[in-house]
């Protein structure tokens, strides 16, 4: 049969009541993928209305029928058998009648609903929940120790760091993100200054605009903005490459040569960003204060007036105390992103996942880390 | 009588509650060349995981020379890691290092040797799986074949005793995946070496295999154990009967 002529003939069902207790469907024509819809449900309502003791499919005028087309004399069986009553098809071609045979129907019964106590049990879905953010908090812990240790062995034997791997990604992670990092320090150092000329032009306090940007870019603002371009641009690319080896084979082939991927893989990248946050942070605090300046000019204050305000409001103390906190940054950057790697699922969507999941939680304990910094220092009176 | 170098004892795998394979025992000789076999799904994969320590087995255990390989910790695990090579289904090459890099890299990890010697003894097991002038050429630039043969000189950088091959044809064509087969043969001949290999291509495991083991995805256990082709003429289980003849239910029954 070609397929011009399975699109002639379009199914006609036809219902005939025996008795009162046999229902005869008569299916006439081609059931495939795009007919079948237009006897579904006509025959369904059919078998719901006479409710028959014996269902009885006369396929004998049946011309060509597809996977669909048994689709629909399965539901019509799973049906009948349901309400209790019989069911038998008639006349179908040898064709059909192996395609048919292919399926049993008992595969397709719907699965019966899981016991609503019990998956309803509010109590226990709260244990498992807090379980599972139990477990979650453990692999950190666990994985924070590992790093720790693998950082201390490679302060002790030096020798056995893998430096070119460390070289590769400190050109990726610092020299190569120096651009984005200075425009965006830039045009961040622009728009507070100028935000904050407005309203401190009502005091005529316009001068102090430099002390509040230094002040607010050394402390803060320098690095939390690296860390989170850097985040976003070395995180997800730290998941995505070790999200990859975990899907090709490569941390289990890794794991069976005996070898830890965590001073293997990790080690490198977690001295890499060690090295490279603070160098990128003291840029980002340079293009800030540039972006200051620019604002500065617009309003009239000359270079020599911006420096003096400069060196008098800020402190060498302040600019450490910024740079100090860089370092755990890069530890969570390269931490988080290779551990997110690490713990990828299968599949197509795992590294995507990976580095999705890498940003969002390094944002999120960059910031809670900056947090913590701020009470300790406040405490400490720096 | 040859000895007996794996012992899988009472073994069951499960992720989590889903069991993938119950309670099955078998031995793997010295120096064969032992395939598991079965549909997709049935655990082959799983079981080779297992059989290497990546997973830990649900109950019962598996010694490799004698050592639970699951227990092992420490300076133990790597005493009985180096003594096994693994081939991946996916070659599992390291993207960032050349295929020299590859090979040298366990041979680094656990000798003293010199550079110059750690190299030649690369080249040399590249010089076995016929990879001799692809030595710096990066993983992304070989094809399929290549890297499958260039994961299996990885396999036995540190000459280990036995070497555990995951879908080794998997993907290849014909005439590569008979010029592994032959290589395969030829490894064991020359050097000894026990092989277990996962596969399901069936010219493969006449080729190679000296004895297998089925698994059956509903039983979750083994259906069938012996010489490929005593099963193929002799075995009276249906499943087995379609496995080595290609058959279904209806050319059976016909």
Redesign the interface.
Known sequence: MNKADKISSLPSLEALTEDNNTLRLKIKGTLDAYTTGKIWNDSLVALKNTKPKELIVDGAAIDYCDASGIALLVNLQLRQEKSGGSYKVEGLSDETNKLYKLFDPADFKEPGKPDPLYSDNKIEAAGKLSYQVWEEIKIYIVFTGRVTVGLINAILNPHKIRWREVFVTSEKFGANALFIIALVNFLVGLVIAFQSAVPMKAYGAQVFVADLLVIAYFKELGPLMTAFVVNGRSGSAFAAELGTMKVNEELDALDTMGLDPVPFLVIPKVIASLIMLPILTVFGNLFGLIGGLVVMFSLGFTFTTYINQLTTAATFGMLLSGLFKTLFFAVIIAGVGCLAGMRASKGPSAVGDAATKAVVIGIVLMIVVDGLFGVIYYILGI | MEDKVINVIDFTAAYGDNIIIENINFDVYNGEKFVILGGSGCGKSTLL?HM???YRPAKGSILIEGEDIAKAEGKE??EI??N?G?S?????????MTVLENVT??IE??TDLSKESIDLIARMKLNLVGLTGSEEKMPSELSGGMIKRAALA?AMALDPDMLFLDEPSAGLDPITSAELDQLIIQLSKSLGVTFVIVTHELNSIYNIADRVIMLDKDTKGIIASGEPEYLRDNSEIPIVQKFFKRQTDEQLGG
């Not at chain 2, 991946?88 to 960032?96: H, N």
């Open positions: 995981k290497i320590g990546l695990r790597i890691l180096k096994i693994v991946y289904q996916s070659g599992a090459l390291f993207g960032s890299l366990p990890q656990y990885r």
